[in-house]
């Protein structure tokens, strides 16, 4: 068994987002505009996706809120799954980019060519792309029509790479995931295909990060 179509939504805006600043696996809880941004998304998705199997999040209480705001007007449960998390940026994590690019300019520049470099010390694209799709993978296979993933936005732009098949050096054609913006993938036959990517709700896109 395996769901026919994966939602992967990020989530919504916190104050490193509004910073420029590198959260990582650090716990940092949605803002004002994160909070109203996962509100107005959830009410478009739970319209929408009515045959959603399964909401599974990252344990981080950013993408545990977001997740929230949908299953609180649908009944769902939120299964937290920690191989959901953000990437692990090392020492780079709580830095904005221009202190990363001071104090590392050789890996920050690498990072930023997009070369599969290890961020602060922490992991690489590839590692995280791993990561991250074999849990989508995972849940996937717990239901039959649509799972919805809330995560991070670099672990779920790893995750689309790996999961249609591409290269982890095609993540630089992708944009950045905005916040609670999601992308759709649908099963065709043992593969998956990218449907959408980085859609949303009107409302979703006040003050989004990404």
């Not at 916190?14 to 996962?38: C, H, I, K, M, Y």
């Not at 890996?107 to 792309?129: F, K, N, P, Q, Y």
């Not at 630089?172 to 993938?185: D, I, K, Q, T, Y």
Request: hydrophobic share 45%; aromatic share 6%.
């Amino acid at each position: 068994m395996s769901a026919r179509r994966v939602v992967l939504w990020r989530h919504g805006r916190t104050a490193s987002n509004a910073q420029n600043r590198f959260q990582g696996q650090l716990d940092v809880p949605l803002d004002e505009v994160g909070r109203a941004q996962a509100a107005e998304a959830a009410a478009h998705l739970a319209a929408w996706t009515t045959d959603v199997g399964a909401v599974v999040a990252s344990d981080l209480s950013r993408a545990v809120d977001t997740a929230r705001a949908f299953t609180a007007l649908t009944g769902h449960d939120v299964v937290q799954d920690p191989a959901l998390r953000e990437v692990d940026a090392g020492t780079w994590q709580g830095l904005v980019g221009e202190e990363i690019a001071q104090r590392w300019p050789d890996e920050h520049a690498a990072w930023r060519r997009g070369e599969d470099v290890r961020m602060g010390g922490g992991e690489t694209r590839t590692e995280l792309g791993l990561r991250v799709a074999t849990a989508v993978e995972r849940h996937a296979s717990t239901v039959e029509d649509t799972l919805l993933v809330a995560s991070h936005g670099a672990a779920l732009k790893a995750a689309v790479v790996r999961l249609v098949g591409l290269p982890v050096t095609a993540a630089g054609a992708l944009a950045g995931f905005r916040n609670c913006h999601w992308a759709v993938l649908v099963r065709r036959g043992d593969a998956w295909v990218l449907e959408e990517y980085n859609a949303g709700a009107a409302g979703a896109g006040v003050g989004a990060e990404g």
